[in-house]
């Protein structure tokens, strides 16, 4: 008898202790329609930035009158500008100052990529001499080796194949060898290289040394490892970097005006020094500086869009992928909202 009043008294207390269980649950869940009910009913205010619109306001201010100035100053005379931007002498000069930079820097990050090889390597003695050249071609500027390659013939009237210090078997005059053209591109390169070893090193370095040692472990060659586990992920760190390089030469080579070859600033000074016009045609070469600039860096955004697999799923969206999505999501917002289709009246529950 005492069992089961002990047995009867539990489940009473069992099932008083459910029934308030669930009457606290259905007070928080009461309590929660409440307090959603009340933050609905709020209003949202965004937060003002009244500095932040008179900056803008500023900036659209400066724009429009540089606008205005380009539009209504005479002193530019976009009519020489529209006269010469496409005269046969200034599109053989682009051409010349693409071929300029395409040699450059073919030649500046194959000489780049040996060299940065030797810095990386165990040899003290590749080191020093990888070393010594990054601070010789960074040391000096650009102009100085370009002048200083064009009057090679000065110090060294020909040049000889055959043993070292020893017989020659063949020489040729370096005249005919190195032209003005072949020492700008030499004098190009080799600049180039001295940074393009540095661009290169610091995106080999950045790879985690523990991708190495497991392509070690697992028995992977040490030729496979540099192509195709070290060189994919560093060209993430290379790109950036590689590409500014190349469109600082695109730049540069502006300065081998100095050695009489055809590239598009000389011919600019050469036509402005005849006809008198130094801003329309300073504007031509300004213009098409820029243009293939931007032909550059979409280059440049398709290149690591492409290397950029390596680290995420989906890559990011090219600008006309994000344009279409703009429109989708214009269209979408006009879109009418759909009506909800009326339900049947009378059907059994």
Known sequence: ???????????????????????????????????????????????????????????L??????????????????????????????????????????????????????????RLSRSAVLQSIAWAYVWAFRSIPLIVQLVFWFNLSYLYKRF???????????????????????????????????????????????????QREAAAALGVPRWRQAWRIVLPQAMRGILPAAANEVISLFKGTSVVYVMAIGELFYQVQVVYGRTGRVVPLLMVATVWYVLLTTVLSIAQYYVERHFARGSSRTPPPTPLQRARTFVRSLRAARAPAPVPAPTASGGRS
């Open 61 to 118: 201010v400066v724009l429009a009158q540089f606008v205005h100035g380009l539009a209504t100053n005479p002193g530019w005379d976009w009519a020489t500008f529209r006269i010469y931007f496409s005269t046969d002498t200034i599109l053989r000069a682009v051409g010349r100052t693409i071929e300029l930079t395409f040699y450059g820097t073919v030649l500046g990050f194959l000489l780049g990529a040996v060299v940065a090889a030797m």
């Open 160 to 210: 000889g194949i055959g043993i070292p210090f020893g017989p020659t078997f063949a020489d040729f005059e370096t005249v005919g060898v190195l032209g003005a053209l072949g020492a700008a591109v030499l004098g190009l390169g080799l600049h180039q290289a001295a940074f393009a070893a540095e661009i290169i090193r610091g995106g080999v370095i950045a790879v985690d040394a523990g």
């Open 1 to 59: 008898m005492t069992i089961t009043t002990t047995a009867a008294t539990t489940a009473a207390a069992a099932t008083a202790a459910a029934t308030g269980s669930a009457d606290a649950s259905a007070g928080t869940a009461a309590a929660a329609r409440v307090d959603l009910a009340e933050l609905s009913a709020l209003r949202t205010v965004p937060a003002r930035h009244p500095w932040r619109w008179a900056a803008a306001a500023a900036a």
